[in-house]
């Protein structure tokens, strides 16, 4: 099929004469076809373009496509058709004021006054920093009852609100409220100098850190013609791995302590703090802080270091074989992992989930194997989708990706990798040019985009965490599941507070 | 009459002790070293020193939950013959006074948690009312099988001297099922896993934990306390149970009771390490399977003791 959008590649700098202005209805029909025909989005944002407000679209098949038009006052809904809009649009609405009519869930995301001063589309008073000020939804009759958790919580985690509508022990509905972590980073980062960039982008997300650092650093390459040597991508593809594994042992450690079964939620949290060392070992930080920089990175993989790595990744490869089999043996376990919180194919297409969540609910998308950015093109990623769904397919898609992670890394430490390490250094970037970046974090698609003005200055950072996605999979597989199952449930999307907030 | 009280008071003195068992056995299968064995008693010291913390909107009531449930939990412990001693008091039907003592002190557990009007607090206390209901009807079925075999409804003609291995030379084989069903309900009675997780900060998955989240400081010892007594109380009557022999020197006695008791805590400790907790809609069947066991028994002795 034919579409005004324009074909983009993956980290590819444009020009931005060359991206399509539409007219919006052109707009408007021409994103709401690919998306109704299996596309997924990417990025949908508004910008300011001198006096002018515009939006843009980076929608997603089998390519990634691109287009704007001059942004509407109010405009019908896109969500009301094709569901995968329904954040983006909202957001749309709460950092530029433009309203979309007919909006079935019209309600802030992260609970900000826009920076437009234009007339707040809630009708929320900002003089309170409460995000969770708001009328949530409310099931009437009898034997319901409503249980709000957070924003402060039991454990040592981020925070946000939940609001259960249940009857007795059955969850009717789960409303999450984010937004308490919102630190303006789309608008800091539109300030700071070229030279803090690379810092910031490591802080949206602190476990995330590689993810989001990377597809910094392969825009500003992109937009500043800066090819990094073949050694720095493998060593980057090793990071981004590395965090992977140290998140997904972290994750399958939670989910067997939320179920109380204690031996291997010890032995994964000892493993998840090994793999974190091997970070260590790679760049001086557990979480990978400091190595990847525009150019390349800032650590080589000297003779010694690589051999030291392998010889840890040996001794704990059988180590994490043998809990994975402990973990996955148990009937007990696997008598809770089924059948709970299932998101059906179907429902997982609409909320457009990415990363594991997807993967489990069937949707096989994987950044990695589809718009392949660093090493991975040389690299056979399998597809790891899992019919179910539920807990135990989540888990489950964990489970392959971490031994699958492991041989990924064994292989790319084989043979001597060699790199010319760069530093923290200022550049300039071009004008009035365009770039997206996304890459396969291990919760997800991580997306950065940068559009820069006339003289060379950010107009845009669009940032988008795989969570902003996956947030509403957790309410949905909350539905008509026991509220006891909740914590189960939410270790086994483990998505991230402040990659949503920004 | 002394050595009972000297007894009773002991039990509540070394309650805490053999809860810690649970812990070590749990951080042996963990591959941790596990907190020291002294740990509950340093824990009840620390909240004894602390002062507590009412919030405005709780009454009388909520201050008398912990009490009540101490005060209930060492009452029982009166009635309990400890490695094979009679108690302090015994009287015929006994047993159902003790069943519904510890029914007054869970009535209060309840009534504090309702009394914050916490949604947590409330569905805590959904729970551990609808559970022990369950038990409550897998003990009567214990009691009638007591019944059958003794004809008398006293504590201390079950589990004092020689009586109880009396009971298993009488019914060894349907004695066994007693003894399953009644550790299916000390599990759940002391909100262990694989009903309850006492080791969880996950209040919505939380049973009994829930319930004291708004007890502080010298109340919560209380109601720990409380907990210690009342996992002894079962244990105890299982390690009688397991070790029956009697021998006439007290020392034996003795070191045959402590043995019984460092049995049944250990079980406990594994059973909660190598299997998970079961999914709340599952546990009724797991505690109705103690009701099936007790009935099995029955039915058993009904052919045994004509």
């Not at chain 1, 324009?6 to 700098?13: D, H, P, Y």
């Not at chain 1, 200022?426 to 003005?453: K, M």
């Not at chain 2, 869970?106 to 916490?118: E, K, P, V």
Request: proline share 5%; glycine share 8%; net charge negative.
């Amino acid at each position: 099929m034919t579409t005004a959008f324009l074909k983009i590649s993956n980290g590819e700098t444009i020009e931005r004469k060359k991206i399509p202005h539409l007219s919006f209805d052109q707009f408007r029909e021409n994103a709401l076809n690919i998306v109704k025909e299996g596309g997924k989005v990417v990025q949908y944002f508004a910008y300011e373009d001198g006096e002018a407000l515009k939006l843009m679209a980076v929608l997603r098949n089998n390519d990634l496509l691109v287009a704007g038009c001059d942004a509407p006052k109010t405009y019908p809904s896109f969500t009301n058709t094709c569901e995968p809009f329904h954040l983006f649009e909202r957001e749309i609405a709460e950092q530029f004021g433009i309203r979309p009519e007919g909006h079935p869930w019209l309600k802030m995301v992260r609970y900000h006054a826009n920076c437009q001063g234009a007339p707040d589309v809630f009708g929320n008073d900002y003089n309170q920093d409460i995000p969770g000020n708001y009328n949530y939804y409310q099931v009437e009759g009898d034997e319901i009852h409503e249980v709000a958790v957070g924003p402060v919580h039991a454990g040592v985690i981020e925070p946000g609100h939940f609001r259960f509508n249940c009857i007795g022990e059955r969850v009717l509905h789960l409303e999450i409220q984010l937004g308490y972590q919102h630190r303006g980073v789309e608008n800091l980062l539109h300030k700071v100098t070229a030279k803090r960039l690379p810092i910031l982008a490591e802080s949206i997300a602190g476990d995330t850190t590689i993810g989001h650092s990377l597809c910094m650093a392969q825009a500003v390459e992109s937009l500043t013609s800066v090819q990094p040597d073949i050694g720095a991508k493998i060593i980057r593809t090793i990071a981004l791995e590395l965090e992977r594994l140290a998140n997904h042992i972290g994750d399958l450690g939670a989910l067997s302590g939320d179920v109380a079964f204690l031996p291997p939620a010890n032995y994964f949290g000892r493993l998840r703090g090994d793999f974190l060392n091997l970070s260590l070992l790679v760049c001086g930080n557990r979480f990978g802080k400091g190595l990847v920089r525009p150019g390349g990175v800032r650590f080589d993989l000297a003779d010694d270091v690589r051999a030291t790595l392998g010889e840890r990744l040996a001794e704990l490869k059988p180590q994490v074989e043998h809990v994975l089999e402990l973990l996955f043996g148990a009937s007990t376990v696997r008598a809770r992992f089924e059948d709970c919180g299932s998101v059906s194919n179907h429902a997982g297409e609409k909320l457009g989930l990415v990363g594991p969540a997807g993967r489990a609910s069937g949707i096989a998308y994987d950044v990695r194997r589809c718009f392949p950015t660093e090493y991975y093109g040389q690299i056979q990623i399998p597809e790891n989708a899992k019919p179910t769904g539920d807990v135990y397919a989540r888990a489950r898609v964990r489970y392959d990706e971490v031994l699958q992670s492991m041989n990924m890394i064994q292989s790319l430490i084989d043979a001597p990798i060699e790199t010319q390490c760069v530093e923290n250094g200022s550049f300039d970037l071009p004008p009035s040019a365009f770039v997206v970046s996304i890459n396969e974090a291990w919760r997800g698609e991580v997306s950065h985009l940068v559009l820069t003005d006339e003289k060379g200055k950010i107009l845009r950072y669009k940032v988008k965490d795989p969570s902003f996605h996956n947030w509403n999979g957790l309410a949905m597989s909350l539905r008509d599941t026991g509220i006891s199952d909740f914590p189960l449930n939410n270790k086994s999307f483990n998505l991230s507070y402040c990659g949503y907030d920004l | 009459m002394i050595e009972s009280v000297i007894l009773w008071f002991l039990a509540i003195l070394i309650a805490p002790f053999f809860s810690a068992v649970i812990l070590k056995v749990k951080a042996f299968f963990g591959g941790k070293k596990g907190p020291p064995l002294l740990i509950n008693y340093y824990t009840l010291i620390k909240l004894f020193k602390k002062g507590s913390v009412y919030s405005n909107s709780t009454t009388l009531v909520f201050k008398l939950g912990p009490i009540i449930s101490l005060a209930t939990a060492v009452t029982v412990l009166m009635f309990l013959p400890i490695a094979g001693y009679t108690p302090i008091f015994s009287f015929n039907g006994d047993v159902i006074f003790i069943m519904y003592i510890m029914g007054l002190g869970r009535f209060f557990t309840i009534a504090a948690a309702m009394d914050t009007a916490s949604p947590f607090e409330g569905m805590g206390a959904a729970r551990e009312a609808y559970f022990p209901i369950i038990c409550e009807a897998a003990m009567f079925m214990i009691l009638i099988f007591f019944y059958r075999l003794t004809g008398e409804l006293q504590l201390a003609s079950f589990f004092t001297g020689g009586n109880t291995l009396g009971l298993w030379n009488m019914a060894g084989a349907p004695l066994l099922f007693i003894v399953i069903a009644f550790f299916i309900i000390l599990l759940t009675e002391n909100s262990r896993v694989p009903v309850d997780d006492p080791a969880t900060h996950l209040e919505l998955t939380m049973i009994h934990e829930v319930m004291v989240l708004d007890h502080s400081g010298p109340d919560f010892g209380l109601i720990e306390l409380g907990s210690f007594c009342k996992l002894f109380f079962y244990a105890t009557i299982i390690s009688r149970l397991i070790l029956p022999f009697d021998f006439g020197v007290p020392a034996f006695g003795f070191a045959l009771f402590v043995l019984g008791l460092f049995i049944v805590y250990l079980a406990i400790g594994v059973t909660e390490s190598v299997i998970a907790r079961y999914r709340m809609d599952k546990v009724p069947q797991f505690v109705l399977t103690s009701f099936a066991l007790a009935f099995f028994a029955i039915i058993i002795s009904l052919e045994f003791i004509k």
